[in-house]
T-cell receptor, first 116, second 112 residues
Framework: KNQVEQSPQSLIILEGKNCTLQ??????????LRWYKQDTGRGPVSLTI?????NTKSNGRYTATLDADTKQSSLHITASQLSDSASYIC???????????????FGAGTRLAVHP | NAGVTQTPKFQVLKTGQSMTLQCAQD?????MYWYRQDPGMGLRLIYY???????DKGEVPNGYNVSRLNKREFSLRLESAAPSQTSVYFC???????????FGQGTRLTVV
């Protein structure tokens, strides 16, 4: 069964500190992996996308890693800001086995709170 | 450029009432989706429309119907609302199915 599991469920850090969020998946065949940021009361917004051949990708203070062998991804946030307070959702795209379309499998998200 | 626009943002229904959630996108995307988001769970696909003129069931279609009115608009209808349908509903669109999805702001629906 295709699944995406994220940890921790929630996290509190102080402003200026770094943190790392984890995503483990059992999705096959794997197509790509995205990290989304969801502010309270808003829809998710894509931060980064990673394909099978990519190990690391950065978007400002956000750095995503992917280990396709162990089926793990992480999102590292450097020098956190109050505006980083949000839920971070890992989404894995499963390629169709026989024609058709990719299917998106969503993790439940990690709720990050950055305190001053 | 508004992206994906959903209406209404909030709604309270009584059990058995019906309503339609509206969604429109201005990015000329082919694919559109309706998801629901419940506490502690990932977004779950209710219905999708891979292209104008087609609709298909997702993971949790029971109790819902959809209409792809044209390329821009994709509506979700609850014919007889139930408390189990209390959730936050998101409409999304993408250039093609499986590509990056762009989400609306969500509709918070409460069924009492």
């Amino acid at each position: 069964k295709n699944q995406v599991e994220q940890s921790p469920q929630s996290l509190i850090i102080l402003e200026g500190k770094n943190c790392t969020l984890q995503c483990n998946y059992t999705v096959s065949p794997f197509s790509n992996l995205r990290w989304y940021k969801q502010d309270t009361g808003r829809g998710p917004v894509s931060l980064t996308i990673m394909t099978f051949s990519e190990n690391t990708k950065s978007n400002g203070r956000y750095t995503a890693t992917l280990d396709a062998d162990t089926k793990q991804s992480s999102l590292h946030i450097t020098a956190s800001q109050l505006s980083d307070s949000a839920s971070y959702i890992c989404v894995v795209s499963a390629a169709p086995r026989t024609g058709g379309y990719n299917k998106l499998i969503f993790g439940a998200g990690t709720r990050l709170a950055v305190h001053p | 450029n508004a992206g994906v626009t959903q209406t209404p943002k909030f709604q309270v229904l009584k059990t058995g009432q019906s309503m339609t959630l509206q969604c429109a996108q201005d990015m000329n995307h082919n694919s559109m989706y309706w998801y629901r988001q419940d506490p502690g769970m990932g977004l779950r696909l209710i219905y999708y429309s891979a292209s104008e003129g087609t609709t298909d069931k997702g993971e949790v279609p029971n109790g819902y119907n959809v209409s792809r009115l044209n390329k821009r608009e994709f509506s979700l209808r609850l014919e007889s609302a139930a408390p189990s349908q209390t959730s936050v509903y998101f409409c999304a669109s993408s250039e093609l199915r499986g590509y990056e999805a762009f989400f609306g702001q969500g509709t918070r629906l409460t069924v009492v």
